[in-house]
């Protein structure tokens, strides 16, 4: 209890610093407000880099620390861009939230700091979110002939393609995913339970029973 009461003054500086940059963005934003000890601001899409532009010469949170991509499937924008700036001044952080669909794009971030275009390539690879203004969108830590977006709550576990080097051809080869043996669902409750060979100890247990 000590503990969550010793920490509850510093949440209450986090909302007010929220607040006070929920009320800087004005209608630009659509929410702020402090979450675990973090300042998360809510923007329009079409309105991101004018409001990233705001917190960075304006705010002091000079440097842009990370851009991460979440996929809310059941969402009519079903993708959440987070941008985590950070004010060394300061010492603290913000998240900047914005959502899109499949088809929109988000603004891109490279006009304010360069490498948001690295961030940027890892979450159009990883999600196929785009960003308008970027001049060198294409996968960077998949294959170039990858298909599909591996962080996609709906993508497959196995993938749709896999690659191999071909001892045959001296060359790598991309083909089908042949999974050698699938995924299998257990009726029992452990696996050796059902098997047709008995196990070291599995007399304990039938000596328990009776």
Same mark, same amino acid.
């Given at each position: 209890?000590?503990?969550? =009461?010793?920490? $509850?003054?510093?949440?209450?500086?986090?909302?007010?610093?929220? +607040?006070? @940059?929920? %009320?800087?963005? /004005?209608?630009?934003?659509?929410?702020?407000?402090?979450?675990?000890?973090?300042?998360?601001?809510?923007?329009?899409?079409?309105? =991101?880099?004018? $409001?990233?532009?705001?917190?960075?010469?304006?705010?002091?949170? +000079?440097? @842009?620390? %990370?851009?991460? /991509?979440?996929?809310?499937?059941?969402?009519?924008?079903?993708?959440?861009?987070?941008?985590?700036?950070?004010?060394?001044?300061?010492?603290?952080?913000?998240?900047?939230?914005?959502?899109?669909?499949?088809?929109?794009?988000?603004?891109?971030?490279?006009?304010?700091?360069?490498?948001?275009?690295?961030?940027?390539?890892?979450?159009?690879?990883?999600?196929?979110?785009?960003?308008?203004?970027?001049?060198?969108?294409?996968?960077?830590?998949?294959?170039?002939?990858?298909?599909?977006?591996?962080?996609?709550?709906?993508?497959?576990?196995?993938?749709?393609?896999?690659?191999?080097?071909?001892?045959?051809?001296?060359?790598?080869?991309?083909?089908?995913?042949?999974?050698?043996?699938?995924?299998?669902?257990?009726?029992?409750?452990?696996?050796?339970?059902?098997?047709?060979?008995?196990?070291?100890?599995?007399?304990?247990?039938?000596?328990?029973?009776?």
């Amino acid at each position: 209890m000590a503990a969550v =009461l010793h920490s $509850a003054p510093k949440f209450a500086v986090l909302a007010g610093i929220a +607040q006070t @940059l929920g %009320e800087a963005l /004005g209608a630009m934003c659509l929410d702020a407000r402090e979450a675990h000890g973090e300042i998360l601001l809510t923007v329009k899409r079409e309105a =991101l880099e004018d $409001a990233l532009r705001l917190l960075r010469d304006e705010h002091e949170y +000079q440097q @842009l620390m %990370e851009i991460a /991509g979440v996929d809310y499937p059941q969402r009519a924008e079903r993708f959440e861009v987070n941008y985590c700036l950070l004010s060394v001044t300061r010492n603290h952080r913000v998240i900047v939230k914005v959502s899109t669909d499949e088809a929109t794009p988000v603004p891109t971030a490279t006009r304010l700091w360069p490498n948001a275009g690295w961030l940027e390539r890892e979450v159009f690879d990883m999600y196929g979110v785009v960003f308008d203004g970027n001049t060198d969108l294409r996968r960077i830590l998949t294959d170039y002939g990858f298909e599909g977006h591996p962080f996609r709550k709906d993508f497959p576990l196995t993938g749709y393609q896999e690659l191999r080097y071909s001892e045959e051809e001296k060359r790598v080869v991309y083909e089908e995913v042949e999974l050698a043996q699938d995924l299998r669902q257990f009726d029992f409750m452990s696996p050796w339970e059902g098997a047709e060979y008995v196990l070291p100890g599995d007399e304990k247990a039938e000596g328990e029973a009776k």
